[in-house]
């Protein structure tokens, strides 16, 4: 018993000395941390416009930021702060800033927002940003941002993942796809409604990532964009306005398990599963089942589906309007295409609300053609329609695309709007849309309220 208890009394000894310096340099390091990039942290009140419910509306969100320039530059997300029409910010000190919306890219899920400074008179602390391809899994980290409205909070875990990647057909809370173009760094440290655009800091002080989801099917795990394709999109946004991709039009998928079939080494190639009509794949006489070995004889490979988003990107980053010298493997042979890269384009169209006729649309661009399978950019998306409305009994659906009023065309956004605008100021009583529905033609009957049209105008 004497043994037993003197064994005991040594391995508490040795764990306490083992670990005696490590919970307070843990603990000294997160507070570090904690200071230099709370004073950059910025608590952001937007107010966005929707359509998505059939009728313009005015939302009041709830999100956060980081101030990474000391003229007031602020990264946050796209789905917060992507189409503010006014923004209010509270900084570290309380202070309330308005800000004005720089640019933003729904496909990285950033914006960058700017702080108006005029009146402001303390001086502002940028945060450092890191380098997010050293960080490693079981790495501590801190996510800041202000949960559920929570301003200034911190929550501390560690990296599960660093390159979590999704399907192409995520969608961000605004409605956009998103995450094309990169894989995502998964974390247990808590993000929750709120912390969307805040920062994701090492024990260094320095931001790894921008905190952008979390998860409604489990615990303890949450989402960030990586800061260096943070970096590069916020460059880009701030010298330009806007990020600028080259397009091809290629769909790939991993080629795990297909190797034996299309005859492939394990790591090598890249399988085109589709390719987008009038593309410059297209044109250039690529197909699906081609497998793409290098691209300016650089060596690529996908066989899993977390390298897809890098390939996407290889792409893209190449000056619009550049030839690419791809090698494909094409059946047993391997043949050499050259593809003229083209400009992605505005990934969103301009809204409009059809108040009269109790529904919305946008024009439609390339990439939202390319993203809801429609076979042109002709006529007119529907983004929305009110439940209670002429549109709605009708049998107005969204996703439809108003290829005619009244039987004359309407191909482009302002065509829809001069005929919208000459209808609704005769009040007809009756309108006739031509719409396009999952390859097939529609007619659908509005019967206007001309009653409740007046009182709106009104």
Known sequence: MIKAAVISVTIALLYTTAFAGVAPSLQTDIFTARDRVLPALVHIQPVITDFRTGKMMKLSMIGSGVIFHPDGYVVTNYHVAGKAERIICTLFDNEQVRAELVGG???????????????????????????????????????????????????CGVISTVNRYFSAETRLPSGEKTGRYNTWIQTDAAINPGNSGGPLVDLNGKVVGVNSRATVFADNISFAIPINIVMQVSSEIINSGKVTRSWIGIQCQELQNLEGWFGTDRDEGVLIASIDAQSPAEEAGLQAGDIILRVNNRPVSARFAEQLPAFYKLIADYPVGSKIDLTVLRGDRQ?????????LGEILGRDFECKDWGFTVKAITKQMAVNNQLEDTLGIFVSGVKRISGAFEGGLRRGDVVREINEIPTPRFQDFYDRYSELTSAMDEKVLLTVRRSGNTRYILIKVDITEATDTEK
């Not at 940028?126 to 899994?137: K, L, N, T």
């Not at 043949?335 to 400009?343: A, K, L, W």
């Open 105 to 155: 890219d729904p496909m990285t899920d950033i914006a960058i927002i700017k702080l108006d400074l005029s009146e402001y008179r303390d001086s502002l602390t940028a945060a450092e940003f890191g380098d997010s391809d050293s960080i490693q899994v079981g790495q501590y980290v801190l996510a800041m941002g202000s949960p559920l409205a929570l301003a200034r909070s911190v929550s």
């Open 335 to 343: 043949i050499y295409v050259d593809v003229i890269t083209h400009e």
